[in-house]
């Protein structure tokens, strides 16, 4: 690896299988047998499938076009002397607890501390466990990554890397939230990388887990990440993922969820950057009980397509779900909301509910959504909703009246438009930043209305 | 049997054909089994004086486009246009994306033009069979209707063709134009050509483009400038076409200023040879129109275990194309094994207004994918979508809908409503909304609700001493009120009692 460069890929099958052969033949004997078959059996389901078009219906609204035609190399080796730390530890700020950074797909320890990390809480890289955490990870591995094919899942598992991996020990409860930064930093050449997470509550267990999506300079790059959670009977969690990549990043991820009976899951998505940037959330009642509460909220402006990709899956009876995923547009900006709720004929007695609601604050903004229900059993109570819509004039009169400017006034309804997720969160540490970030966004957002 | 398109029209003998002993297109080559084939054995044989005039043989080529339309003298536009639709069918796919499943259709063993023929006449309603008697007691059909849909001889005071001259009279005093489609092609061969396809192109989907080539026959409905048509409009009264074809073909153009309100199917229960329907319906609102069109569909449903019953792949869709027009979809579907439509709206002219309310009713193993399209381009456009779905035993109900605001559609406004009730654990229902939005002034509202009649409800019902079939029919009746309440008044009666005959013996 150190004498040859690794191939680049570009969106394109080929290319892709050609990279492969490149990793599998550097990692050959570095990586226990169970993970190269693992490995594997992701580009053979890759190989199956193709890079999906506007003629899919699951990507009717999003197209990769844009991003089709770059060439992506991954990093296999940091080159730690050429990474600004100054600039890297600016952006990435004080830790509140434990946390581990990943530069360009790779664990970086110079910036990442597991100090404070309490009683027999497992939060290793991937990267250094293969071989002592093996078998957990092989062990818990998602057991439904066959059900839905999903191709850049298959693409992150094909060159599966490096990554977090969080075991919760039984009945345990984590207080510090735990955290995970991807950072890419792609200095003179467009970079690709692969963060993979898997966090396994054991069951009774709680925590708070954090994962952050950033970017730093000028140059276009490709995040393509998975994080799985296993949420084991009785077990709770409340999950961050901060996405704020640069507006050259295209930002492809799945997020895969299992609950547990009476388990509980609440998750927070926030998309900030990203100038191609789609979300897969999947989350499956694979038995009975068990409790989800999905939220999102995206600020897109200038150029930027946001597309969010959810599936419910009630399984089992007694399950209760719920989604509130909030958009604001800015000038230029798309957004796509699909969500689906499924509701299989043994789910009896499942409460599911789904809201998206997007404002539109420019003429040129475009926002495409599809809430859907599938329903196979009789006795559910399943409702959904979907609004578009622009602020009220009524209510920006009613605060000019006040004495406010329209540009105020319009921040001041849009903040609160957002306001309904932002309420919602617990992690105090998090809720301060995001009104940090929806000040300066909202700030720049109503600046390019004004125009 | 391929031949020469041009030799085809010159020497145009299909007796010879048909009654070769030599297979044409295949048909010999069937089972013996076939029952189908039986039925045309005995009319080959029974009526062979009249048969080369009314039947054409199965399958479908250029050249039985060509003959459909010799047989109904068509223009040339028609025939050519007829033979663009069928050019353009041969290199399309059936569409598989929707929630419905079905064997395949094969196309080759259809017979795609066949004249209507005389019912039977029954002397008195003892000869009818006595299921549809009592479902026609049900549905509180008045006696003479009854004898006229079962096709019982009705005596002269009743009689329709007299009933259908009177209206006819009225009609031509307002100036309303309303035939059948072949006689407007004869007659009103302008209108035709200039509204024909003009909301459902002839290459528009799979179905619709199987029915412009081969359309046999349909309604024509023309409202001049201005005029209030005097009358809900209905085939009812339009007496050669009393018999549902296959591939029908329904244009309604209101001018300027005017109004009509159209009424399709009846509550009574409609047995049909014919297992695939492919219809299309056009509406066409200038400024300031309006158009009502209500359907009832009750076509046979198939049996308990879903064996049979219609396929009803129908195209509708309306253009309001100027100012302050209206178009208005209201549906009751009972009927059929598989539903799969969705009455449109595009809504060009500024101010325009889509309306569409529906009722999809599945039992049994009837399948239903319904809901609407409405795409609004025009300003202050407005579209309102309530949609009621009702899923019992193993019906299988979708509502889909796309609301879409195009960029010039500054204020426009969407309403959308859809609920579903389930009656039965094996029941589906799904709701599959599109929502696009292009612009930010516009304001779209879409809510769906999913669940099954509460235990709450039925006990409060029972206790006031209603039996907890009645109980459940007047809960679901008020499910359906709001969609109910934009049927005209007779239809809104009939339809209330047909949900209780439908949903018979599925609850409890």
Redesign the interface.
Known sequence: MKTKTAPEIFLEKEKCLAAYEWFKKAEAGKSPSWLASYRDEAIARFRDQSFPTVHDEAWKYTSLEPFAKLAFRPVYRNDSGRINSHAVKNLLGKAPGPRLVFINGLYAPLFSSTAGLEGNIKMVHLGASWNSEGRLAERSWFPQENVRLEIFADLNSAFLNDGMMLQLPENFLVKTPLECVYLTLPENQKLVSYPRNLIVAEPGSSAVVVERYLGLGGNPYFTNAVTDYVIREGASVEAYRLQKETRQACHISSTRVSVGRQSRFVFFNMDFGGRLVRNHLSVVFSEEGGECDLNGLYLAGEGQHIDNHTVIDHLKPKGTSRQLYKGILGSRSRAVFSGKIFVRQDAQKTDAAQKNKNLLLSSDARVDTRPQLEILADDVKCAHGAAVGQLNEDEIFYLRSRGLGVKEAKKVLTYGFAHEIVDKVGLGAVKEELEHWLEDRLESVAHKEEK | MPRNPAAAENHFQPADDFLSPIAPYGCETKDMSDPERFVNQEYKYGFVTNVDADALPRGLNEDIVRMISAKKKEPAFMLDWRLKAYRRWVTMKEPR?QQVQYPPIDYQDMIYYSAPKPRKKLNSLDEVDKEVLETFAKLGIPLEEQKRLAGVAVDAVFDSVSVATTFKETLQKAGVIFCSFSEAVQNHPDLVKKYLGSVVPYADNFFATLNSAVFSDGSFCYVPKGVRCPMELSTYFRINAADTGQFERTLIVAEEGSYVSYLEGCTAPIRDKNQLHAAVVELVALGNAQIKYSTVQNWYAGDKNGKGGIYNFVTKRGKCEGPNSKISWTQVETGSSITWKYPSVILKGDSSVGEFYSVALTNHHQQADTGTKMTHIGKNTRSTIISKGISARQGSNTYRGLVK?L?KAENAKNYTQCD?L???????????????????????????????ISEDQLFYCRQRGLSAENAISMIINGFCKEVFKNLPMEFAVEATKLLNVSLEGSVG
Not at chain 2, 423 to 451: D, K, Q
Request: hydrophobic share 30%; charged share 25%.
């Open positions: 994306w605001i960029p579903s389930l009656l039965g654990n094996r029941s589906e229902a799904n709701t599959f909304p599109y929502i696009e939005v292009e612009n930010n002034t516009a304001r779209v509202e879409h809510e769906a609700s999913t669940s099954k």
